[in-house]
């Protein structure tokens, strides 16, 4: 049946930022991403997935290839699931390009992260913004990661766009849950967790759900602590959450989620490796094993999935 949209969640309400697999000489691998989006929608918990994302190396895949990747996704999960194509750069043009053709490519919606880098004025990120969501049809997530982007979303900047039809939603990585419980109420997006760690205090503080990194190994459980929450039963939130808080340190705890989140999914079988493109480097041996023994006391490693 079609992924579950409603206003308050209008990209359902748990999606993870899908890593992109790739070969040993660093081509993308379409057929072991068409796996792994089936794997997590069809058996995951997911409602969607993000896709060109900073988890799916983005800075470091070029058009036709994000193009390529959505189109493969779209065929393998079709409307089971919503998909969400990163449309981030600091060049607005290009920008706007992007979302162009994750349209053709049969997106169901963009996410926009603030220009990166540059640092522009307010009055800077709101017009990137509003020319990217001028330029398809396609609804709005924007993306607040001022951790690597260096630029935030002001307050006065979150209104102004709410007002643009388009824009729906946010995904929050700022980790400042006073300014999410006031500014979704005030501005009416959809506000979606952008940090695994504090999800289950990001529902208390009004979120429609998450784009997660952990929900790579760990989406039924998310979808339970969404569930739970909704029913008003905090005890089984709580204790689903805290379940997977092993795996949401091995994925999330060095900085380094791409890398984490290939070697986890490696080690559950739904990718053949865990090769990724420079400069990001895939997690070594040393690392991998982290990574298994973060999941293993999650009690997620023996998960079998076809």
């Given at each position: ?59 470091a895949t070029h058009a036709p290839e ?231 006391a999650a009690g997620l490693l023996d998960?079998?999935?076809?």
């Amino acid at each position: 049946m079609p992924y579950s949209r409603t206003p308050a969640r209008p990209f359902g309400a748990v999606l993870t930022a899908m890593i992109t697999p790739m070969t040993a000489d660093g081509a993308l691998d379409l057929e072991a991403a068409a796996r792994l989006a089936t794997a997590l929608v069809d058996e995951g918990g997911h409602d969607g997935l993000v896709l060109n994302g900073t988890t799916g190396e983005a800075p470091a895949t070029h058009a036709p290839e994000k193009a390529d990747l959505i189109a493969a996704v779209v065929e393998a999960v079709g409307d089971r699931a919503v998909v969400v194509a990163g449309a981030g750069s600091n060049d607005t043009l290009h920008a706007v390009r992007m979302a162009e053709q994750a349209a053709e490519a049969g997106a169901h919606g963009l996410l926009v992260v603030a220009p990166y880098y540059s640092r522009p004025s307010q009055e800077g990120v709101y017009q990137h913004v509003r020319m990217i969501a001028d330029s398809t049809e396609l609804p709005v997530m924007l993306y607040d990661v001022p951790g690597r982007t260096g630029v935030r979303f002001a307050q006065p900047t979150l209104d102004r766009l709410a007002a643009h039809e388009r824009v729906v939603a946010i995904k929050d990585a700022t980790g400042d849950l006073y300014a999410a419980a006031t500014a979704s109420e005030r501005t009416g997006l959809a506000w979606y967790c952008g940090d695994d760690a504090v999800y289950l205090a990001m529902l208390a503080h009004g979120a429609a759900g998450t784009v997660s990194v952990v929900g790579h190994v760990a989406g039924r459980q998310l979808a339970e602590v969404t569930e739970a929450f909704d029913a008003g039963d905090m005890a089984r939130a709580l204790r689903v959450f805290r379940s997977i808080a092993p795996a949401i340190d091995a994925l999330n705890g060095a900085g380094f989620q791409a890398a984490a989140a290939k070697a986890a999914v490696e080690a559950l079988g739904l990718i053949p490796n865990r090769h990724m493109r420079l400069p990001n480097v895939a997690a070594s041996d040393e690392d991998a094993a982290a990574v298994r023994a973060g999941l293993r006391a999650a009690g997620l490693l023996d998960v079998v999935r076809s």
